[in-house]
């Protein structure tokens, strides 16, 4: 089984390409996650680096930035390559199936509460007070 489930704050903003052949959306950033501590132990924290792929990658690209809180749903994957120097650097990544916008920094008035960039096209939660747009109020005498 190889799954994994991060949250964390983003320690910069997202970094959007595009592949050369298929020009499918790729985004990477790293994410700050702070170790338990032991009592009278040093704070450490860990900095993984997550790969997101598609239409959701473009959304953390869009909606993320640095210091976001958000939560990462995924799988580990590693590789390796050569240095200038000459010297093999083995790498470990999250590659990401989901990732969840557990803060949003400037929202728009009655607008957004929270979030996700989902595969599954994503979706909102919304204040009791504000409708989404195409949407009429309930009417409070409903008989049920």
Do not use: H
């Amino acid at each position: 089984m190889n799954s994994v489930v991060l949250i964390g704050r983003l320690t910069r903003d997202p970094e959007l390409r595009y592949t050369a052949g298929t020009q499918m959306a790729v985004a990477t950033f790293s994410v700050a996650i702070d170790r338990p501590v032991r009592a009278g132990g040093e704070k450490q924290t860990d900095f993984p680096r997550v790969t997101v792929f598609g239409k959701q990658a473009e959304n953390c690209e869009k909606f993320l930035a640095k210091g976001r809180l958000v939560g990462v749903q995924g799988r580990l994957q590693t590789g390796s390559y050569t240095n200038k120097d000459g010297i093999t650097v083995y790498t470990t990544d999250v590659v990401a199936d989901r990732v969840e916008f557990l803060e949003w920094g400037d929202r728009p008035q009655g607008g957004y509460s929270q979030g996700s960039a989902s595969s599954q096209g994503g979706s909102q939660n919304f204040g009791a007070d504000a409708a989404p747009a195409g949407f009429s109020a309930i009417d409070e005498d409903i008989p049920f």
